[in-house]
Nanobody
Framework: QVQLVESGGGLVQPGGSLRLSCAAS????????MGWLRQAPGKERELVAA???????NYADSVKGRFTISRDNAKNTVYLQMNSLKPEDTAVYYC????????????WGQGTQVTVSS
């Protein structure tokens, strides 16, 4: 079993920055992919960024050049540095961990609210 605990959300003005953290506990495998999705009111959940333990990354087009995902494998923690925030980045951000295998599973964090507003 895996538990994910997020932190770092809040209210920020347009153009500002926030850093989200997600600490994973339990049985973490070297092949696990970790990342972030977000869900804005009235919209579907969408991938923001993901990172494998080897360092491969994937970003949504809407955040490329503004957001950076990083990972500390020793601490089982993934980070999302968000710069140049826009009002349309307002959403609940969820950390996830994907475990591959014959029975793939996705674990979720509880979510953290990010609000970009003046």
């Amino acid at each position: 079993q895996v538990q994910l605990v997020e932190s770092g959300g809040g209210l920020v003005q347009p153009g500002g920055s926030l850093r989200l953290s997600c600490a994973a506990s339990g049985s973490i495998f070297s092949t696990d992919v970790m990342g972030w999705l977000r869900q804005a009111p009235g919209k579907e959940r969408e991938l923001v960024a993901a990172m494998s333990s080897s360092g491969s990354t994937n970003y949504a087009d809407s955040v490329k050049g503004r957001f950076t995902i990083s990972r500390d494998n020793a601490k089982n923690t993934v980070y999302l540095q968000m710069n140049s925030l826009k009002p349309e980045d307002t959403a609940v951000y969820y950390c996830f961990l994907d475990r591959a295998g014959w029975n793939p599973v996705r674990y979720w964090g509880q979510g953290t609210q990010v609000t970009v507003s003046s």
